[in-house]
């Protein structure tokens, strides 16, 4: 007799019923576990290790998922956040395309960290790509020095994403977050919205301010928060950004 084929497993950090930021509507938001970024303003450090989430199959979230889907209305659906659930691109894709055999819409909220244009990975991107309704793409900074201090990591990468994602037309939001001494200067912001505006498939642009509330999570767990002195950004500064960015939706 054959074995019988395993059932894929992603790893889950925990599952939100009724999310209104993360996505159009109301969301089933579904935060993964694994992450190769660290952002120095990261509030859930504990998403970082893989090993620690909690197992699930498709099936069993899908499962979990539509029972709120009375709330969700026209536009609400399925967001996958993290962590960085491009790490479990198989299961992510298998999620996704069960979601949309049930008229689900979809969502993936990614750093774009993951994404290259080469070998079987780039494949796999695409295939996820096809039953993505719409991509949260979240460029941290547009310096690519300053983005290496600030997470650990190019961006190089991460703008190629974008670029990606509108050669295929993909609906696209871009979400920035507001550090103070790190993001939040003129020069950067005018530089990264001269990048978006170089897009035609960016649906909105948001700004998240920094916030203080994940910094007992670093040294719960050890961790020396990169951050420590730092106050979240003013509402003059907000204001600022969001006049630079000129965020809000767009046609």
């Not at 120095?40 to 290790?49: G, K, V």
């Not at 893989?50 to 979230?61: C, F, N, R």
């Not at 509330?213 to 020396?224: D, I, N, S």
Request: proline share 4%; glycine share 8%; aromatic share 10%.
């Amino acid at each position: 007799m054959s074995e019988e084929k395993k059932e894929l497993t992603g790893y889950i950090h925990s599952l939100e019923s009724f999310g209104s930021v993360d996505g159009p509507g109301v969301r089933y938001v579904i935060f993964v576990s694994g992450c190769a970024m660290r952002c120095q303003f990261c509030h859930n450090p504990d998403t970082w290790d893989m090993k620690v989430g909690t197992p699930y199959t498709a099936d069993e979230l899908l499962k979990k998922a539509v029972r709120y889907k009375g709330y969700w209305g026209k536009e609400g659906g399925i967001t996958v956040s993290g962590g960085e659930p491009m790490l479990q691109i198989d299961f992510l894709t298998e999620l996704f395309r069960k979601a949309k055999a049930q008229g689900i819409h979809t969502t993936l909220d990614t750093s774009g960290n993951p994404f290259t244009r080469e070998g079987e990975r780039f494949e796999k991107i695409k295939k996820l790509l096809e039953v993505t309704d719409l991509v949260m793409l979240d460029i941290k900074h547009i310096d690519d020095e300053q983005h290496k201090i600030l997470t650990g990591q190019t961006n190089q990468n991460i703008l190629d994403m974008a670029r990606y994602l509108d050669e295929i037309g993909k609906p696209m939001w871009i979400r920035h977050v507001l550090v103070p001494e790190r993001s939040d200067k003129d020069e950067y912001l005018t530089r990264l919205d001269a990048f978006i505006r170089s897009l035609h498939n960016v649906q909105k642009v948001e700004v998240l301010p920094y916030h203080t509330l994940g910094a007992y999570k670093w040294k719960e767990l050890g961790y020396e928060y990169p951050l420590e002195g730092i106050d979240p950004p003013t509402q003059e500064r907000i204001k600022n950004a969001n006049q630079l960015l000129h965020t809000g939706a767009r046609v």
